[in-house]
Structure formats: structure tokens, C-alpha cells
């Protein structure tokens, strides 16, 4: 996504949109490696846990952001929220709660998640799923 909007100097849309590139380039191609062990995808599945989990909001700050909604990120509180409930998930894949194996395929390694925080882990996608959609169809709304 490139244009006037992206590139202008002093504009603050390449910030959430340079940390969501990254974040989904960081979970994409974990495990995909070839030639680790079941130990070494776990160490770089923890690292990756910041790029997957962190993907829903840093996505939310961008549309927030291109809305021209981000007034909402003045308050300290929502922006705590909005860390906290990925951070949650980050400490509970550094503790191993939320894949219970690794698998090695002909494709790289693949997980089984574990039956404890799965449903969270969806829970939280749809929740900020849902904030985007909201988001961006009010904002529609109000362009028509």
C-alpha cells in the first residue's frame, strides 16, 4: 500500500504500518526452516509468539490511525489494554501453555495446540477482529 497518504513526511501511518509488515514477517516463516530440532522451533516460536500475537493490535493502531480515529489512543488506559491482553498471550507461550507439541512435516514443523488457551487465543482474534470491522465500517458510515 503505497500512495501520498504512506509516504508524506511527517505522517504518522508508516509507523503502525512499517511494525504490522514486520510483525507478520515475523511469525510467517518460523516454521518453515528447515533442519532445526523440536528444541530450536520452540526457542524461535517463542521468539515469534511477539510478531503473531502482537499482529491483531498493531493492525487496530494502523486502522485506527488511517481512520483518522486515533484520538483513542491518547488514553493510557486503552493502550494498556490493548498491550495487556497480548502480553497475556505472550507470557503464556514462553511458559508453554499454548502448544503442546511440535510436529515435523514434509513442509517444515506444525503444532498442536494446547486445550488451555486456545479459545482465549480465538477469543482475542475475533475480539480485535471485531474492533477493526466496527472501526472501519463507521467510518464508512460517515463518508456517505
Request: hydrophobic letters at 55%; aromatic letters at 20%; zero cysteines.
Amino acid at each position: 500500500m503505497y500512495g501520498p497518504g504512506i509516504l508524506a513526511p511527517g505522517s504518522i501511518v508508516p509507523v503502525p504500518y512499517s511494525l504490522h509488515v514486520w510483525r507478520f514477517g515475523a511469525w510467517k516463516n518460523i516454521h518453515t526452516m528447515p533442519g532445526m530440532t523440536a528444541d530450536q522451533v520452540r526457542m524461535w516460536s517463542d521468539i515469534s509468539a511477539i510478531g503473531w500475537i502482537g499482529l491483531s493490535p498493531v493492525f487496530f493502531w494502523y486502522i485506527l490511525v488511517l481512520t483518522g480515529r486515533s484520538g483513542a489512543l491518547k488514553f493510557r488506559w486503552f493502550l494498556w489494554s490493548i498491550v495487556a491482553a497480548g502480553m497475556i498471550l505472550v507470557i503464556a507461550e514462553y511458559k508453554g501453555l499454548m502448544f503442546s507439541e511440535y510436529i515435523l512435516m514434509p513442509y517444515g514443523w506444525t503444532f498442536r495446540w494446547s486445550k488451555n488457551l486456545w479459545a482465549q487465543f480465538i477469543l482475542y482474534r475475533l475480539s480485535f477482529t471485531a474492533l477493526v470491522s466496527w472501526t472501519v465500517i463507521n467510518r464508512l458510515e460517515l463518508s456517505f
